[in-house]
């Protein structure tokens, strides 16, 4: 696994296919709905949001069919403080390890998903125009949709090509909500580093 450290995010990318191990979690609430961050040895590898927890464990076992998930509130309470901040108020007190999948295409479109300043927004094909790829745009909407950290991989600022909320994998009302967050003066933007797993 390659790792990368910035002042605010230490990313760690798993080689394409691997499995993250054990995987625990935490579930909790914020004022978009109840949310679900989840933590392998490695890092934070999943945040989920839902209407409740029935829904969010059901996407955890979805994304991680192979993983063994043991709910883990306490242990991971600050954790899930962290993320709720950050989402709120697009903020954090300290570096957060995160264990990222996925191809080098999709970190590829994940990380200029991270160029969008928060409260701007872009199209697919803008999007895909950006890595160099201006003929990939299904693929760069496949890529999206395999984001599994929510907020924080900020495939919520993708609209369609007339401005339009597009679908978003954690309902379009949670994507307006967000938006509008960022646009009323939130606008700090993490940046994140991607580097291809070796």
Not at 124 to 138: D, N
Not at 166 to 183: C, D, H, N
Request: aromatic letters at 6%; hydrophobic letters at 40%; charged letters at 20%.
């Amino acid at each position: 696994m390659e790792t990368y450290t910035s002042p605010t995010l230490s990313l760690g990318f798993r080689t394409p296919g691997s499995l993250p191990g054990a995987i625990h979690y935490a579930i909790g609430d914020c004022d978009l709905g109840a949310i679900l961050v989840a933590r392998s040895p490695q890092g934070i590898c999943a945040i989920f949001l839902d209407d409740d927890a029935q829904g969010l464990r059901a996407q955890l076992a979805q994304a991680f069919p192979a993983a063994a998930l043991e709910e883990a509130s306490q242990s991971l309470q600050t954790d899930l403080e962290q993320i709720i901040r950050l989402i709120h108020q697009q903020t954090v007190d300290a570096p957060i390890m995160l264990d990222i999948g996925g191809t080098a295409f999709q970190r590829q479109v994940w990380a200029a998903l991270c160029d969008i300043p928060a409260g701007q927004t872009r199209t697919y094909t803008q999007l895909a125009e950006s890595i160099g790829a201006p003929k990939a745009v299904r693929a760069v909407a496949s890529a999206c949709a395999a984001n599994m950290l929510a907020m924080l991989i900020p495939c919520h600022r993708i609209v369609r090509s007339d401005g339009s909320l597009s679908g978003y994998r954690w309902g379009v009302q949670r994507k307006r909500a967000q938006l509008l967050r960022e646009r009323s003066g939130h606008r700090h933007t993490l940046g994140l580093i991607f580097h291809d797993a070796r």
